[in-house]
């Protein structure tokens, strides 16, 4: 399956995405590639359930899904949701810092790593927060 984004409202082929992010910005135009400092996206998982992970732009997956959705729109505003909630930053088993963010008692989403300062722990939270809705492959 082709993969495609949705960027201001319009789903776009991946690769013509790519090349309007790295373009400067113009009048009338998106915003400019320093802005988008990560991407969602939405995959399949092998339950055919949908699934969603942040990567940020040099690669790294900086926060995932905890559970699993049977409609993709719902996962949408989940994920829309927990990006305006407030983050739990904690000290993991191993002594290093996580962030989470809960509705009521569920975990709707985490960073994907631990940190040793937590500052670099509350800057995840902040790329998650900034991301491009979604990339979907199956």
Not at 61 to 89: E, F, G, K, W
Request: hydrophobic share 35%; aromatic share 8%.
């Amino acid at each position: 399956m082709k993969k495609r984004i949705l960027l201001g409202g319009h789903w776009r082929a991946t690769d013509r995405v790519e090349k309007e992010l790295k373009q400067p910005d113009s009048p009338g135009q998106g915003p400019a590639q320093d802005t988008f400092r990560s991407k969602l996206v939405t995959y399949l998982d092998s339950q055919r359930k949908f699934r969603w992970k942040v990567v940020s732009l040099n690669g790294n997956i900086v926060a995932r899904s905890n559970r699993t959705y049977a409609d993709l729109q719902m996962m949408i505003r989940a994920v829309r949701r927990a990006m305006l909630l407030r983050p739990d930053v904690y000290l993991d088993s191993g002594g290093k810092w996580r962030w989470r963010v809960k509705e009521g008692k569920k975990i709707i989403a985490s960073s994907s790593e631990s940190y040793k300062i937590k500052g670099h722990c509350a800057n995840s939270f902040g790329v998650f927060s900034s991301c491009v809705e979604g990339t979907i492959s199956e």
